[in-house]
C-alpha cells in the first residue's frame, strides 16, 4: 500500500541552516578569547567615532582628531582602573567574610521563624539557601571585567586603526553600492540606528551608575565604586540588569548595618529602575529597539555561555545589532520583530528620537 505524502517533511535548507548555526555558534565559543577584545573594540570605536567626526568638523586633520579621541579614551581607562582596581581587589579579599555574616544572619533568620511558629519543620527550606553565592557571582565578573585590561593594548590598537577608518568608510561604501541604492540604504538605516542605540544607552548606564554608587555612599554602604561600576555595566541588560546589580548592594547593606538599611538600599534602586528604566530610557531610546523580556534572558545565557561573563555585559548589544540588522533586511525584517518588545507602531512621533532615514535616501538618490 502506498503512503501518502506528509505535509511535515523537512526542507534539507532548514537542516542546512540549522547545521551552519550550530557550527558558526561553536565558533564564536572556540575564539572566545580573540573575539572578546575585537567585540570591545568595536564598542568603543561605535562610541568614539562621532567625536572623530565632529572633530573633523572643526578642522582637524583625521589623525589629530583620532589621536584626541584616543587620548581621551586612554584618559579615562587609567581614572577608571585606578579608582576601580583597588576596590575591587579588596571587595574580592572580603567576599569570604561577607559569606559568613551572611549564612549566620540566615541561621538566625531561620531561629526567628521558628520562635514565631512560622515553620513547623525542622529542616527550614531557607536555611539550604547561599545568599554568598551572589558575592562571588558578583566577583566573577568584576575580574572578568578587569581580566579585560590584560588586552588593553590590543583593544587600543583595533580602536585606533577603526577610527582612522571612520570618516572615509562612508565612501567607501558610497563608491560599492553606487549603481544599487538599496544595500546603501539599509547599511545606513543600520549604522544610524544602532549608533544612537549605543551612544544613548552607555549615556544612561552612566547616569544610573553614578547615581546607584552615589546613593551607596550616602547610605554608608562600603564599595560605592564597585556597586556603581557594576550599576553601569549591568544596565546594558534592561529588565534583569538592575536587579542584578541591587542585590550586591543590598546584601552588603544587610551585613553592615542590618535588616532596615537594607530595605531602605533596595528602595533606592528601585526608585533609580522605575525613574530611568521605566521614564527616561524609553523616553529617549525610543520603543523600536527594545527586545522582549524572553529575548532578554535568552540572549543573556547564550552569549554568557559563549563569552564567559564579559557576554553578559555584551550580550544585548550584540542582540540589538542582530535585531536592527534582520529588520534593515526585507527577507529577514520578521524575525526582527518578532524579536521586539512590541509591535512596531504606525509612526515614530512619540518614540524618544527619530530615525534618520531621510539622509540615507538622499544620499542613495545622489549616488545615482
Request: hydrophobic share 55%; glycine share 8%.
Amino acid at each position: 500500500m502506498k503512503m501518502p505524502d506528509s505535509n511535515l517533511t523537512i526542507k534539507p535548507t532548514i537542516l542546512v541552516n540549522a547545521a551552519a548555526l550550530v557550527v558558526i555558534i561553536a565558533g564564536l565559543k572556540m575564539s572566545s578569547p580573540i573575539l572578546i577584545p575585537v567585540l570591545v573594540a568595536a564598542f568603543l570605536t561605535v562610541l568614539g567615532g562621532p567625536m572623530v567626526l565632529w572633530l573633523k568638523d572643526k578642522g582637524f586633520p583625521s589623525w589629530i582628531a583620532v589621536l584626541l579621541v584616543v587620548i581621551i579614551m586612554v584618559s579615562v581607562l587609567v581614572v577608571a582602573g585606578i579608582f576601580i582596581g583597588n576596590s575591587v581587589n579588596q571587595f574580592i579579599n572580603v567576599v569570604p567574610e561577607y559569606k559568613v555574616t551572611l549564612q549566620a544572619k540566615t541561621m538566625e533568620l531561620v531561629h526567628w521563624l521558628n520562635e514565631k511558629g512560622i515553620t513547623s519543620t525542622e529542616e527550614n527550606p531557607i536555611e539550604n539557601i547561599d545568599f554568598g553565592v551572589t558575592m562571588d557571582i558578583a566577583a566573577a565578573l568584576l575580574t572578568s571585567l578587569g581580566g579585560l585590561l590584560t588586552n588593553t593594548f590590543l583593544i587600543l590598537f583595533i580602536v585606533l586603526l577603526s577610527l582612522l577608518e571612520v570618516s572615509g568608510i562612508h565612501n567607501k561604501i558610497k563608491a560599492a553600492f553606487e549603481n544599487n541604492g538599496r544595500p546603501l540604504f539599509q547599511y545606513h538605516d543600520f549604522t544610524v540606528r544602532f549608533k544612537n542605540y549605543l551612544i544613548i544607552k552607555t549615556a544612561i548606564s552612566i547616569l544610573t551608575g553614578l547615581i546607584a554608587g552615589l546613593w551607596c555612599y550616602a547610605m554608608n554602604v562600603d564599595f560605592p565604586v564597585i556597586i556603581g561600576f557594576l550599576a553601569f555595566f549591568l544596565n546594558y541588560i534592561p529588565n534583569f540588569g538592575s536587579i542584578i546589580a541591587a542585590i550586591p548592594a543590598v546584601l552588603i547593606a544587610l551585613v553592615e548595618h542590618g535588616l532596615w538599611p537594607a530595605l531602605v538600599v533596595a528602595i533606592g534602586f528601585l526608585v533609580i529602575n522605575v525613574v530611568i528604566g521605566s521614564f527616561m530610557e524609553p523616553r529617549f531610546m525610543g520603543k523600536g529597539l527594545g527586545l522582549s523580556p524572553l529575548v532578554v534572558f535568552v540572549s543573556m545565557a547564550g552569549w554568557t555561555w559563549i563569552l564567559g561573563p564579559v557576554g553578559a555585559f555584551l550580550s544585548v548589544p550584540l542582540t540589538i545589532t542582530i535585531k536592527i540588522a534582520l529588520e534593515t533586511n526585507e527577507s529577514t525584517r520578521w524575525l526582527g520583530v518578532l524579536m521586539s518588545r512590541e509591535a512596531p507602531g504606525e509612526s515614530t512621533e512619540d518614540d524618544g528620537f527619530e530615525i534618520e532615514v531621510a539622509s540615507p535616501c538622499a544620499d542613495v538618490e545622489s549616488s545615482r
